[in-house]
């Protein structure tokens, strides 16, 4: 009997805007590279790529990384097989007319994703999957499906690649911080990766008043200027806050995904902002505190709220959480919210189990778009 023709593996055009701050990329990113590590071809579009050069200074194998330039000049290009928008992003025209041109000449399904931003909030569930016919356009006749990562089993799942939990076993947090220049005494490591947080004065000051040691950990770019701002203030208004020296500051270089994840490794509590740093120190199991994004109409204090209760946050860590997000401002009555990580260990490390018992997000994308009629 004649052989089989196997299945060609599909190609991936992943379209990325970068919007602020490189967190889409930076997701779109390691998306790419997990299917890619699983025998995918993908190519990563995006309108600024510049960020990679310090994200990803190794590129990745199967990962093709092409500028989207508005117009789109398709000379020599060929849609894959998938087609996925990330974050609400319009792919051109041009593009789209090309891909419904394959797949109709080929008799090929359409596997047309929205890949749309993470959240706790019930819609993710409700929406996820939903085919959306596309009524206009060059993609007319077309349909897409909303994909949604999630928290729980109903909704796309988090990003976790194969290796992870064993590249997180084998790190050796001693040498990775000689390597990085910092003469570690054994005194708590907390990381700073944020926007302006409402709450940094009152973490700095919690730190410098603690028995315990500790050192901040602080990422380049908006959290090391707030903190540099916020220092100068404080030592302008009393020089004395930090008199014991209790707490220290180590501002980081630019580190790749990688790294990143060997910072959270290493410290003992993570400050974390916008969406792939969340996800990341998720599986780090540390102590976290989220920076969200904040929206102008407020939607983001309801987004944070239902984050903390998937997350069975403890009392203290949801008003920390208020704090440190500009949501509560302390007033008569009303105290600055106690850092207190070592009572938010639990509740981290049960949530990290509840993750691993499902299945991460590239396993059922891909399973997602094999049974898309």
Same mark, same amino acid.
């Given at each position: 009997m004649p052989c089989e023709t196997p299945h060609p593996t599909p190609h991936w055009d992943i379209f990325c805007r970068v919007i602020d701050n490189f967190g889409d990329l930076g997701v779109c990113w390691r998306l790419a590279?997990?299917?890619?590590?699983?025998?995918?071809?993908?190519?990563?579009?995006?309108?600024?790529?510049? %960020?990679?050069?310090?994200?990803?200074?190794?590129?990745?194998?199967?990962?093709?990384?092409?500028?989207?330039?508005?117009?789109?000049?398709?000379?020599?290009?060929?849609?894959?097989?998938?087609? *996925?928008? !990330? &974050?609400? @992003?319009?792919?051109?025209?041009? &593009?789209? %007319?090309?891909?419904?041109?394959?797949?109709?000449?080929?008799?090929?399904? $359409?596997?047309?994703?929205?890949?749309?931003?993470?959240?706790?909030?019930? &819609?993710?569930?409700?929406?996820?999957?939903?085919? =959306?016919?596309?009524? =206009?356009g060059s993609g007319r006749g077309l349909t897409k499906h909303f994909f949604y990562p999630g928290f729980t089993t109903g909704t796309g799942g988090l990003l976790r690649e194969p290796d992870l939990l064993a590249r997180q076993a084998r790190f050796d947090r001693q040498a990775w911080l000689d390597d990085l220049g910092l003469p570690w005494q054994g005194?708590?490591?907390? =990381?700073? &990766? @944020?926007?302006?947080?409402?709450?940094?004065?009152?973490?700095? *000051?919690?730190?410098?008043?603690? !028995?315990?040691?500790? $050192?901040?950990?602080?990422?380049?770019?908006?959290?090391?200027?707030a903190v540099r701002a916020e220092l100068a203030r404080m030592n302008t208004l009393d020089p004395s806050w930090n008199q014991r020296s209790v707490l220290s500051v180590f501002y980081l270089p630019q580190l790749s995904q990688f790294d990143f994840d060997h910072l959270l490794w290493a410290s003992d509590v993570n400050f974390v902002r916008g969406e792939d740093s969340l996800v990341r120190a998720l599986w780090a199991g540390k102590p976290l505190v989220w920076h969200i994004y904040p929206q102008h109409d407020g939607v983001h204090a309801h987004k944070l709220a239902t984050f903390l209760d998937w997350l069975q946050a403890p009392a203290s860590l949801r008003a920390f959480h208020r704090r440190w997000n500009g949501l509560d401002a302390p007033g008569p009555g009303l105290p600055d919210a106690a850092f207190e990580p070592e009572r938010w260990q639990d509740c981290m490390a049960q949530a990290r189990a509840k993750l691993l018992d499902q299945a991460d997000l590239s396993t059922q994308l891909l399973n997602f778009i094999a049974k898309i009629p």
């Open positions: 590279c997990d299917l890619a590590g699983r025998g995918q071809v993908v190519r990563l579009w995006a309108d600024d790529v510049s %960020a990679l050069a310090w994200m990803a200074p190794q590129g990745a194998p199967g990962v093709e990384v092409k500028v989207w330039t508005t117009p789109l000049d398709m000379t020599d290009i060929k849609p894959g097989e998938v087609m *996925l928008e !990330a &974050f609400g @992003c319009t792919i051109d025209e041009a &593009f789209v %007319a090309e891909y419904a041109r394959k797949i109709r000449d080929k008799g090929q399904k $359409c596997a047309w994703i929205n890949l749309e931003y993470l959240s706790a909030e019930d &819609f993710s569930a409700r929406c996820h999957g939903l085919p =959306s016919p596309v009524m =206009s005194e708590r490591l907390v =990381s700073l &990766f @944020c926007y302006e947080p409402a709450g940094l004065d009152a973490l700095l *000051l919690s730190l410098a008043s603690g !028995a315990q040691p500790s $050192c901040l950990l602080v990422t380049p770019g908006r959290a090391s200027a």
